[in-house]
């Protein structure tokens, strides 16, 4: 019987204590939600985790979980590929009955960027517990356990597994550099037990835990808490993941993340196969078999070439990480963003930029959405072409991105040592701030009410998952209304034709619903009218049709 078996019958603590008792070196194959948010700006569509989940549930039956679900999955499913997120969460969960499946919340911001009242993320969180979210990796940006908290709570009392994380930043191993020292999160740790966490997680986003930190974090955190199963995240950013799990692994660590090997390195986890491997035949075997995964690795290679346009390249790996300790999906994101501005030649000057931008915040812990802050401040001051100096100088009378102002107001919660000063005081000019929880003074939402307006909204059978989508993306979540409207559901669409459109001659082959497939075989496209249409003429099952289109591209 496998883990979710275990889970499901004896519930979170019983299977903490499972893990803990577990001889081999666990894993999490994190190939459907961290890898390719960090490689291919979460692009990856449902349609091509479908073809591979009964497959990966044979492969990987003896795996902890598979990441797949959370971080920035949601949003990006809505706004940019279409799909409903709780559709994905329900079909692959039938294909995948076996291995549990993890989630990343982002504690008071759940699957978003800002903080939600409280009824929000509670909703939320029993909605994906019910519908097949069995571990919950829940972090916050700043390490702040009131919003930790939150999570914590929603997540025990939906029944879930709680993996409270800590984030890691700067280097244990070189005390004095940073003030995330190795007793700040010994003591973390021990708040977030008390809390009632299943699981411990190190939640290394930028890939900066070292082999020799890994060993002394750890080494104490296990000392600490030798009843507390720890799980490590890390991103293989500068080539030092696998030296880096393997020694959390010999630490003591019970679960570390990796993903399939062609959706590895760089920016992403570190390579499944090679952990696999190099623990083979040791007392940290993980009882996987390298042959076993071979088929994972060739689908995944194929599939990602999909998303060519979306690759960031091997060009964003380097040993710098450790100079900007940018996080792995942000950091592919800049740079992306830098390229398609035109702007990569300033890449050097925009990560130097992001390192004093740090400085200047205070030394925070950058991820989601802090991490956006410290991006913000840095873009602005390459813009603007001003160093760390300059913005102390002229701070009384600068523009400061919103984000930034907000971070100073307290919309994130309070940061380890508090905020820097006096900057704070002259980025804010007197506005209001925040001095706890920010979501201790949100009223709940009225569910009800919002769901009566959608209703108005739309002809749609409304579930109660998409009342909390409208509640966490209410713009986005309207947009794809409009979209369903007016298209049929596109996640059935091959990635191929979703992202291009159709050549005349081509064929298209959709399978609508189990047995029932569309053949589009496209005929000839006519000329554009005065009324910037077109007459587009395909076979649908062999049958010819015409349709008259607008044609966005004559728009522009
Ligand atoms: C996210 O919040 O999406 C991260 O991956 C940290």
Redesign the pocket.
């Known amino acids: 019987k496998g883990w979710r078996d275990l889970l499901r019958e004896h519930g979170p603590k019983a299977f903490a204590a499972a893990v803990r008792a577990h001889p081999g070196l666990l894993l999490t194959d994190t190939t459907w939600r961290?890898a390719h948010?960090s490689l291919l700006a979460t692009r990856v569509r449902t349609i091509d985790l479908l073809a591979i989940a009964p497959a990966t549930a044979r492969v990987l039956a003896p795996a902890f979980s598979l990441e797949m679900w959370g971080?920035?999955t949601f949003d990006v499913a809505l706004r940019f590929l279409r799909e409903d997120p709780w559709d994905r969460l329900e079909r692959l969960r039938a294909l995948v009955p076996n291995i549990p499946f993890q989630m990343?919340l982002?504690g008071a911001n759940a699957v978003g960027y800002t903080n939600y009242p409280d009824n929000v993320v509670r909703r939320f969180v029993r909605l994906s517990a019910e519908r097949g979210v069995d571990v919950f990796r829940i972090?916050d940006c700043l390490n702040y356990t009131e919003n930790l908290k939150l999570g914590i709570d929603a997540v025990g009392e939906a029944g879930g597994v709680i993996e409270a994380a800590l984030c890691y930043t700067g280097d244990v191993a070189d005390p004095g550099r940073t003030k995330y020292s190795l007793q700040y999160y010994v003591d973390l740790a021990g708040k977030l037990v008390e809390m009632g966490t299943h699981v411990l997680a190190i939640k290394d986003?930028a890939g900066l835990l070292r082999p020799r930190a890994a060993t002394l974090l750890v080494e104490a955190l296990r000392a600490a808490h030798p009843d507390v199963p720890i799980h490590v995240h890390t991103h293989d950013t500068a080539g030092t993941g696998v030296a880096s799990m393997l020694a959390a692994a010999a630490a003591g660590a019970d679960v570390v993340d990796a993903a399939i090997t062609t959706m590895a390195g760089v920016t992403s986890q570190p390579a499944l196969g090679a952990i696999v491997a190099a623990l083979h035949g040791s007392e940290r075997d993980t009882g996987l078999a390298i042959a076993d995964l071979s088929p994972l690795g060739t689908y995944w290679e194929q599939a990602r070439s999909l998303y060519a346009p979306f690759e960031a390249g091997n060009l964003s790996g380097s040993a710098d990480v450790y100079l900007h300790e940018m996080?792995g999906?942000q950091l592919t994101n800049l740079q992306f963003q830098a390229n398609a501005l035109g702007l990569a030649s300033r890449w050097p000057a925009i990560k130097r930029a992001y390192a004093a931008a740090n400085r200047l915040l205070g030394d925070i812990i950058k991820?989601?959405p802090s991490s956006k802050v410290v991006g913000d401040l840095a873009q602005f001051m390459v813009q603007n072409d001003l160093d760390e100096a300059q913005v102390l100088a002229q701070a009384d009378t600068l523009s400061f991105p919103s984000s930034v102002v907000e971070f100073f107001q307290g919309h994130l919660g309070q940061p380890h040592g508090g905020f820097p000063e006096p900057l704070r005081t002259r980025v804010l000019r007197g506005r209001p701030t925040f001095e706890g929880r920010p979501g201790a003074s949100l009223p709940d939402l009225d569910l009800d009410a919002l769901a009566a307006e959608l209703r108005k909204l739309t002809t749609m059978n409304l579930r109660d998952v998409d009342v909390v989508s409208a509640a966490l993306y209410p713009a986005v979540f309207r947009d794809y209304l409009a979209f369903r409207a007016q298209f049929a559901d596109v996640s059935r669409l091959p990635t191929r034709a979703f992202f291009a459109s159709l050549p005349v001659g081509e064929e298209l082959s959709v399978e609508i619903e189990q047995g029932k497939t569309l053949i589009v075989r496209m005929k000839a496209v006519g000329e554009l009218g005065p009324d910037g249409q077109r007459d587009v003429f395909f076979e649908l099952n062999g049958q010819p049709r015409s349709l008259r289109i607008p044609d966005k591209s004559a728009a522009q």
Do not use: H, K
């Open positions: 961290d948010q971080g920035a990343l982002r972090f986003m996080p999906g991820v989601t």
